[in-house]
């Protein structure tokens, strides 16, 4: 599959990495066509690398991974193009982190909205689905790397592309057990509010390689 | 003991009833001096609990447990009486959940405040520690309940404050390694704002009945 990675930091990186190794294609954008991350990620990523700007790589890709940091996605995405955005399936999984208050950091927005909603209402054709947010980015690609099962979380308003997004988390290691669907794109307003208390578990557990389990009674 | 439980809902009369079974006096507090459901719950409680107005139950507990709701909790404490509270230990087990603007609740206070900052304010003297306030009820009281480990938040600005909740948090079944502080006050902006996903899964799940376990790497 053509896909296009938005944002050359971490998290970009390491999804874009993921995905070549499973036999993606992917173009990893960003706001420059130079930008030397991206230039230096997609030499050692290998053939099926490449990299360009965000419009570059929406056009490019089937299915768009919005990897950019939260308080700059929504001109990223412009900066990408509706036109290149087109109805594509849009993985959202950016978090809306307002650092310029301090540590730790605070939301842009939050309680009645969320980004994902945001980023829908300024791309209404695209199909956002909002995934992977809830935790750091070696956990993203590779569930394995904790022991047991532990959760990660969908929502978005079309049932297709939630679809869509549950095969690529399925080869990324997640048991269809672990995927919890949790409704339309207002879902995305828990885990994005869920962000606060993962930087306190954070600090109180001194690793951010850890996630939740949501352990049900039986 | 003797503890005070304000709130008269579930919530109280859960932890009231809790409390009772393991020996501590509980004075459950309401409004109203003759409120009938706090009546009827010390009588089913059996000798040890009592009820009456806010400010009869704060100036009897030794420690006292917030578990009015979010959107009245400043003012029931303001009937309980500053006098009342003292520098006494006050758990609060509320969430700032807004109903009025429809389902799924969102949040009275938030991102860079919390109910429980706003009830340390409003009370300086006295040692406000969150917790609990994570899960439904059953749970607070019976972790066991639940499969497995699972885990428990505390956040409070007074260290011997959180060590008296902590003692608390184990006689209701809570091993040492499920109690996770999370450092001063502010934290309670994230177990507070858990809440918004917490409720999107139990609409997922069907069940208010879970918790969520950290998994960290080894």
Redesign the interface.
Known sequence: MKIAVLGTGEVGQTIGSKLVGLGHEVKLGSRAAGNQKAAAWAKKAGAKASYGTFADAAKFGDLVFNCTLGAASVEALKAAGEANLGSKVLIDVSNPLDFS?GMPP??LV???DSLAETIQRAFPKAKVVKALNTMANPVMVNPR????T?HT?L?GNDAGAKETVRGILGQFGWTPEEV????DLT?A???E??L??????M???G?A??????????
């Open positions: 208050k605070s939301l939050c309680n009645t790397s904790l022991p047991g532990h979380f929502a919890l669907d949790l409704g879902a307003r828990g885990t509010q869920w606060p208390l993962w930087v306190r578990i600090g109180a557990t690793s390689m850890f996630n939740i389990r949501v352990v049900a009674a039986k």
